[in-house]
């Protein structure tokens, strides 16, 4: 039987200062296989007072790497590899921007933001490709730390999206800022 422990307390932040939580919301398992897996997110708060999660968030949970697999899988299926990486690195780089949720379930089910996720194919499982392009971004991120968006820009309607800057175009997607 799963056991949780809750803690809560409140916690006085100054502008400057950094706040460890682990990243299931300061929910902790005890007695499980899970708390070999748990990591930590690093909070800063800056001089605007919001909150959000640091650069040193790079580890996920076996759930969220799989998700964003499955997205991968979903949206760069036959893509090149590099571009596998670079989608992946776009939600994780969206985890990170104040403007998306902060976590990556958050940000792959947000109304309207991954085909895959309307279309149900975010449902079938990754290929090996998939999830070694989930790690690689997890591992070397920084190569594609400014990207926010991509898409086809052979299928793609929506005005919004050709608004964009396009930093760099890897197979059939354009990435952009």
Same mark, same amino acid.
């Given at each position: 039987?799963?056991?949780?422990?809750?803690?809560?307390?409140?916690?006085?932040?100054?502008? $400057?200062?950094?706040?460890?939580? /682990?990243?299931?919301?300061?929910? +902790?398992?005890?007695?499980? &296989?899970?708390?070999? @897996?748990?990591?930590?997110?690093?909070? +800063?708060?800056?001089?605007? &007072?919001?909150?959000?999660?640091?650069?040193?968030? +790079?580890? %996920?949970? @076996? @759930?969220?790497?799989?998700?964003? +697999?499955? %997205?991968?899988?979903?949206?760069?299926?036959?893509? /090149?590899?590099? $571009?596998?990486?670079?989608?992946?690195? #776009?939600? %994780?780089?969206?985890?990170?921007?104040?403007?998306? /949720?902060? =976590?990556?379930?958050? #940000?792959?089910?947000?109304? @309207?933001?991954?085909? /895959?996720?309307?279309?149900?194919?975010?449902?079938?499982?990754?290929?090996?490709? =998939?999830?070694?392009?989930?790690? &690689?971004?997890?591992?070397? $991120?920084?190569?594609?730390?400014?990207?926010?968006?991509?898409?086809?820009?052979?299928?793609?309607?929506?005005?919004?999206?050709?608004?964009?800057?396009? #930093?760099?175009?890897? $197979?059939?997607?354009?990435?952009?800022?």
């Amino acid at each position: 039987m799963k056991q949780l422990l809750f803690i809560a307390t409140t916690i006085t932040l100054v502008i $400057g200062s950094y706040i460890y939580v /682990p990243s299931f919301a300061v929910a +902790a398992s005890i007695n499980t &296989e899970e708390t070999k @897996n748990v990591s930590t997110r690093k909070f +800063a708060v800056d001089k605007k &007072e919001n909150v959000k999660a640091s650069d040193e968030s +790079a580890n %996920l949970t @076996n @759930n969220e790497k799989n998700l964003l +697999a499955r %997205l991968v899988h979903a949206e760069a299926k036959g893509e /090149p590899f590099a $571009g596998k990486v670079a989608v992946a690195d #776009v939600v %994780l780089n969206r985890v990170e921007n104040k403007q998306f /949720p902060d =976590s990556v379930e958050s #940000v792959i089910y947000e109304k @309207n933001a991954f085909q /895959p996720v309307q279309n149900g194919s975010i449902q079938k499982k990754a290929d090996k490709e =998939s999830r070694k392009a989930v790690e &690689e971004a997890l591992k070397n $991120g920084k190569e594609n730390k400014e990207l926010l968006y991509f898409y086809n820009p052979d299928t793609a309607t929506s005005d919004w999206i050709f608004s964009r800057t396009v #930093v760099k175009r890897i $197979g059939n997607h354009a990435f952009s800022i």
